[in-house]
């Protein structure tokens, strides 16, 4: 199987604009999660999606959204970016085993940098 | 903060020697699962143990868990040049939410 696939590896922006990353979960897998990766903050839970709908949501503002489609890829934006915002945003998808574990299986990322 | 803390926070070795990297966390845990970083890239799944499980073997690796200290360590045997790599430790919350440690970063030299 296809790993998890992320778009675009990387992308530079100015502040003030705004952004949308894109992620392709492994074939049959639902669940998807983003997080954002920076040297300060370490590696950080922005939101995970199951079936097109929102199920957890970490502590980031408002300007960052996401959805999920029904073939279960998954987008997110970043609106109005601040130098802040410049980071590794990594996209992982995982299912339940039969076992009842939960493996998350990450992408690449995208490195974001706002200037 | 919700994150486990990892010690020590650089480890540099030669190859052939043993890594060991420690993690802490602060709340009780139904697994563990341990990741890999190669520089600026993805993570790599290494391994998961369970809250009812003490240690757990995966090729060169071990990883065990005190759930009365709430504390899990990775030992990597005979290390590799190519094991050079940033080393997380992470628990699930709520579902699907993975909290990560701060991660050892490991050099191995040749």
């Known amino acids: 199987k296809a790993g998890v696939t992320q778009t675009p590896r990387y992308l530079i922006k100015t502040r003030g604009q705004q952004v949308t990353l894109s992620c392709s979960p492994i074939?049959?897998?639902?669940?998807v999660s983003w997080y954002q990766q920076t040297p300060g903050q370490g590696l950080q839970f922005l939101f995970e999606?199951?079936?097109?709908?929102?199920?957890n949501k970490g502590n980031f503002p408002g300007r960052f959204s996401g959805r999920q489609f029904s073939n279960s890829r998954s987008e997110m934006n970043v609106s109005t970016l601040e130098l802040g915002d410049s980071a590794l945003y990594l996209c992982?998808?995982?299912?339940?085993?039969?076992?009842?574990?939960?493996?998350?299986?990450f992408g690449p990322g995208t490195r974001l940098t706002v200037l | 903060s919700q994150q486990g803390e990892e010690d020590p926070q650089a480890l540099s070795i030669q190859e052939g020697e043993n890594a060991t990297m420690n993690c802490s966390y602060k709340?009780?845990?139904?697994?563990l699962q341990w990741y890999r970083q190669n520089s600026g890239r993805g993570l790599v799944h290494l391994i998961l143990?369970?809250?009812?499980?003490r240690e757990k073997h995966s090729g060169r690796l071990r990883v065990t868990l005190d759930t009365s200290k709430k504390s899990s360590s990775l030992l990597i045997t005979a290390s590799r040049a190519a094991d050079t790599a940033s080393y997380f430790c992470?628990?699930?919350?709520?579902?699907?939410?993975?909290?990560f440690g701060t991660g050892t970063r490991l050099q191995v030299f040749p």
């Open positions: 992982a998808s995982s299912f339940i085993g039969p076992d009842g574990t939960d493996t998350q299986y």
């Open positions: 074939s049959g897998h639902r669940s």
């Open positions: 999606y199951f079936s097109e709908t929102q199920r």
């Open positions: 709340t009780s845990i139904n697994n």
């Open positions: 143990i369970r809250s009812n499980e």
């Open positions: 992470a628990r699930l919350y709520n579902t699907d939410k993975l909290i």
